[in-house]
């Protein structure tokens, strides 16, 4: 069991540290400056932490914090930052370039390699490079969005659990993620594609908001229960953050840290530079009832604890 726990952890590191190369590498690409290579130096801290954690908890994840996942998004985060401010400021000059938005133009694509025959190392590169300038950076960017929020909810279910979680608490946290990892992707590739022509500045808030969402994923707290021991001993003297920590925190993400940021930067998209479809007005609904329904939950929270205490001091 402990050979599978190490396992786990390296091949899980490996994979995060793999998906990060490529993004920088992509970044030296279409840069077309060897100087960001230096970003792979961001990969250190995340080395430290594999040796660390391998060493004294034998790959072991923590209680209510995943450094691994954490150091990961600090390694591909500049990486993705520069790939969508480099799109921004250049996706008008962009040539004539394959969207992968369909079987066929995807076997067009696989199909380069068999119409060249016989080629020279000289050739395969050449060859390497169409086919990866051949695909949009859209495309480009978009994938690797798709694989940082996949790999961060198989990464958390490889990652051998910390001391104090358990497989139920695992699964509903896996759950959660599923249903974030579906919204920030909803939100940046949508709300990004309405606003690049219009400002600049405004692609700059929406990935701050976008990076600040994504600290969600290295906490555990909107799962992991602190009160699962001696419930029924304090339950009486606990008081209401205690009590009820796993729903406070849960509200507090949907209202600062997701769905309430989210439905600002929509309002503001919509309000303020004038852009509306249909698909933008349901999300900033769908965001507002998150809001609306968060506040009530946490209006119930504070009656059904008072109602208790009111209770029992009519009683004594």
């Known amino acids: ?43 250190l801290p995340l080395v430290v932490e594999m040796i660390i954690t391998l060493k004294r908890r034998k790959g072991e994840d ?8 954490f150091l990961f998004l600090v390694s591909i985060i500049p990486s993705i930052w520069l790939l969508e401010l480099h799109h921004q400021q250049n996706n008008k000059l962009d040539p004539q370039c394959k969207k992968l938005d369909s079987w066929e133009s995807l076997q067009r694509l696989i199909t380069l390699n068999k119409t060249v025959g016989n080629i020279t190392n000289q050739n395969y590169s050449k060859l390497v490079n169409h086919v990866f300038s051949a695909v949009c950076s859209n495309e480009w960017i978009l994938g690797l969005h798709q694989v940082l929020l996949i790999l961060l909810i198989i990464g958390k279910w490889l990652l ?34 309405d606003v690049k022509e219009n400002s600049p500045q405004l692609v700059y808030i929406i990935l701050a908001v976008w990076t600040w969402s994504m600290l969600q994923f290295p906490l555990h707290l909107s799962v992991v229960n602190s009160n699962s021991e001696n419930e029924g001993e304090q339950s009486a003297r606990e008081g209401l953050l205690s009590k009820h920590s796993t ?38 609904i769908k965001n507002f009832l998150v809001v609306i329904l968060n506040l009530y939950r946490l209006v119930v929270i504070c009656q059904d604890f008072k109602s208790p205490s009111n209770r029992q001091g009519g009683v004594l």
């Not at 699964?171 to 594609?193: P, R, Y």
């Not at 989210?262 to 933008?280: A, C, G, I, S």
């Open 1 to 43: 069991m402990g050979l599978i726990k190490f396992v786990c952890a390296v091949i899980t590191r490996a994979l995060f540290l793999l998906v990060s190369l490529i993004g920088v590498w992509r970044v030296t690409w279409v840069k077309k400056d060897p100087n960001y290579w230096f970003l792979t130096f961001l990969f």
């Open 62 to 69: 923590y209680k209510w914090f995943s450094p691994a996942i």
């Open 160 to 193: 051998p659990l910390g001391g104090g979680v358990t497989r139920d608490e695992l699964s509903q946290l896996l759950l959660i993620f599923v249903g974030t990892a579906a919204d920030i992707l909803e939100f940046t590739s949508e709300t990004l594609s």
């Open 247 to 284: 729903d406070i925190w849960n509200i507090v993400e949907a209202l600062f840290i997701q769905d309430g940021p989210f439905l600002v930067v929509r309002l503001t998209v919509m309000t303020y530079f004038n852009v509306f479809h249909q698909m933008l007005g349901f999300f900033a």
